[in-house]
């Protein structure tokens, strides 16, 4: 076998090895998703390492704002898998309101916010969710009203 047979061949196997783990950390994310869901509204973020590991975070709320659960996924490799996040900011994720860490997140400067990127996206996400969640109750709400008020 010739020096570029060799080299094709193992570019081959690298190919193939990435392919595998693609499908593999698809396969962990769709399972996390569901599992997160199970809990209420799920938001998520990711922020992308370069040389660093990135990680991608999922925030599962309940109608009214409260963290009932949280996973991220954190590595450099497929290997990685999602794990229970439990604290945040030196606080207690579960139990507490989305908009306690909005707000906390508010006075974050630019390193900070390039740091937890993906845990300000998840957060927001969930909040546009609920809002959307509200008005769409709200505009339900104003049209049942107003048929009742035409039969009365």
Known sequence: MSGISKMLL???VLFILQALGGWYQIQNYRKAMRRVHQYGNVGF???????TAGYIIMIACDHDGIITRCEIMQGLSFL????PLNEFLGKDMKGRSI???LDDMKDFDKK??????GY????EALDQRLQ???LEADQKEAVSQE???ALA
């Open 10 to 12: 193992i570019v081959f």
């Open 45 to 51: 973020g990711q922020r992308k390492g370069r040389l």
């Open 80 to 83: 990685a898998k999602f794990k």
């Open 99 to 101: 908009y306690e860490f």
């Open 112 to 117: 900070q916010k390039k740091k937890y990127k």
């Open 120 to 123: 300000i996206n998840a957060f």
């Open 132 to 134: 959307d969640t509200k």
């Open 147 to 149: 048929a009742q008020d």
